[in-house]
């Protein structure tokens, strides 16, 4: 049982430059979180997936898509990189309601040059 | 919209001695509360969460924390720390109430123990 697994763990990207950042769990949670990690900021949302099939916006989503491939997995996708985009960037699981505990994965660094 | 609020963005306290970390909470509905741990380069993981009950909740690593709905706060305790327990932690709020399924994160407290 891995828990919440992201790929990649470090990445660098020059301005304008396109990636994706995957995500996938194996708890058969049905809520699935991206946030970002900026010092002094705590965590903010950037898009959430409340159940397979669904997905919202959350605190910060501008530049970012997201994908619900199917319960496992939500990837974020950076089409255009932008400085302020360099951040620690995390997943999050949740069995179903908002009671439960998030799990969160180890994180992704992300420098765009 | 909710809030969380953590006024004190770094604790340093020595070896032994207690600790209290500050969170506070803006919702005049009810609330789901709960507080992680994050050690250098790794994710967050659960301390203890409050749902409905006693206003004092335990979690792991000797760490408590009392709800109190009068003062809207969470605040996070423990009466001797450890080298161990450096880390930053985080009090958070889910947004239940509005039938959504987030979770409003304060920005932190980075907890120094000092040998």
């Known amino acids: 049982n891995a828990g919440v697994t992201q790929t990649p763990k470090f990445q660098v990207l020059k301005t304008g430059q396109s990636m994706t950042l995957q995500c996938a769990q194996d708890m058969n949670h049905n809520s699935m979180y991206w946030y970002r990690q900026d010092p002094g900021m705590g965590l903010r949302l950037i898009y959430y997936?409340?159940?397979?099939?669904?997905?919202d916006k959350g605190e910060v989503p501008n530049g970012y898509n997201v994908s619900r491939l199917n319960k496992r997995e939500f990837s974020l996708r950076l089409e255009s990189a932008a400085p302020s985009q360099t951040s620690v960037y995390f997943c999050?699981?949740?069995?179903?309601?908002?009671?439960?505990?998030?799990?969160f994965g180890p994180g992704t660094r992300l420098t765009v040059l | 919209a909710q809030s969380v609020t953590q006024l004190d963005s770094q604790v340093p306290v020595f070896e032994e001695a207690p600790v209290e970390l500050r969170c506070n909470y803006s919702?005049?509905?009810?609330?789901?509360l709960f507080w992680y741990v994050q050690y250098p380069n790794q994710g967050l993981q659960l301390l203890l969460k409050?749902?409905?009950?006693?206003?004092l909740v335990k979690g792991i690593n000797g760490f408590e924390a009392e709800f109190n709905k009068s003062q809207t706060s969470f605040h996070l305790r423990k009466p001797s720390v450890h080298i161990s327990d450096t880390a930053e932690y985080f009090c958070a709020v889910s947004d239940q109430p509005s039938g959504t399924y987030k979770y409003i994160f304060g920005t932190g407290t980075r907890l120094k123990v000092l040998a």
């Open positions: 997936s409340a159940s397979e099939g669904t997905t």
């Open positions: 999050a699981s949740v069995k179903a309601l908002s009671t439960d505990t998030q799990y």
């Open positions: 919702s005049s509905v009810s609330v789901y």
């Open positions: 409050y749902l409905s009950g006693s206003t």
